[in-house]
């Protein structure tokens, strides 16, 4: 015999009730089978739980010891099935979000505040956009914003709205030569070091691909994960790195556009189509696209200059 939570329940009615007929009765048990139940247990525990007599029963010291275990634990084992309760609930009408590497991520949440939706995001991270298509594929995610240089496989039942395009441009630090400039074309970066992205988006192949039409491949000093502290490599280093237009400015570098560079990055909002936020996934997408332009006009009245986008706001799914 193994003592249960049961046992314990069965050990604190006895108690109350002060007699084996009256806690038998309260627990629809025949008289019997709790007086067996009881002596198992005291043989479990070694030693007598309760004095008996004509009058009834009563805790002895060690049974009372037992009694103020058992009602903690019996306590903490509620809790547990009241939060669980709870986080079930709390699930059941979650919004996972998926946060990426893309500077619209901050506007989504944004977006979700201003149609209350806000409160019932739970956030996911992840470090690459394939590790992010893989959770909408196993339907662990509900919605993210996720930006590309290439074609991404939409998973099954999901679908996508296409928010903005926009130039890549390089990070330098400040003190670097081509700081100055208005604008610098990647042939002028033949000879620098460059930071490449780690994980299984194959940034550092993408890199190489960006760079050999203009005859040369880049000297790849650092692998940095996404998250990882590029400005300061830069900086430091004086590295240099691709990075998206609305990247915010740390101390210390500038973000420069690449004139003869033609390639951009796509941003786009990817959601489960059998996800309740689905219904409103086009006042979401026109909520982050006018952000989006009201920031990059925000930048563009900075020291920062930057070549015209163009916004594309259209829907396909799997």
Wanted: proline share 6%; glycine share 6%; with cysteine.
């Amino acid at each position: 015999m193994e003592l249960e939570l049961k046992h314990l329940h069965h050990l604190r009615v006895v108690a109350k009730a002060g007699s084996l007929n009256r806690a038998a009765a309260q627990l629809v048990l025949p008289q019997p089978a709790l007086s067996r139940e009881l002596r198992r247990i005291e043989q479990l525990l070694g030693d007598e739980l309760f004095e008996r007599d004509r009058t009834g029963v009563r805790p002895t010291a060690f049974g009372r010891l037992i009694l103020d275990y058992a009602d903690g634990i019996l306590a903490h084992a509620a809790k547990i099935g009241s939060d669980l309760a709870h986080q079930c609930a709390h699930r059941a009408k979650a919004l996972r979000i998926g946060w990426s590497a893309t500077a619209l991520s901050g506007l989504l949440l944004d977006a979700l505040d201003v149609t209350g939706n806000g409160d019932q995001a739970e956030i996911r991270t992840a470090e690459s956009t394939a590790e992010m298509i893989d959770w909408f594929g196993r339907g662990e995610l509900d919605l993210a914003v996720l930006s590309e240089q290439c074609e991404v496989p939409l998973p099954p039942n999901t679908g996508r709205v296409d928010l903005a395009d926009d130039p890549l441009l390089i990070m330098l630090p400040d003190w670097h030569p081509l700081a100055s400039s208005q604008s610098v074309q990647l042939t002028e970066l033949e000879h620098e070091r460059w930071i490449s992205s780690t994980g299984p988006d194959r940034c550092r192949e993408f890199l190489k691909r960006v760079c050999r039409p203009f005859g040369f491949s880049p000297q790849i000093a650092h692998h940095v994960s996404v998250s990882g502290p590029r400005d300061e490599i830069v900086r430091y280093q004086g590295d240099v790195t691709l990075v998206q237009t609305l990247r915010p400015l740390a101390p210390g570098v500038v973000h420069r556009p690449i004139s003869d560079l033609l390639m951009r990055t796509s941003h786009f909002l990817l959601y489960r189509e059998d996800s309740p936020i689905a219904a409103r996934i086009d006042v979401l997408a026109g909520l982050i696209t006018d952000a989006y332009w009201d920031s990059l006009r925000g930048e563009r009245t900075s020291s920062r200059a930057f070549p015209a986008g163009l916004p594309r706001l259209a829907t396909r799914t799997s």
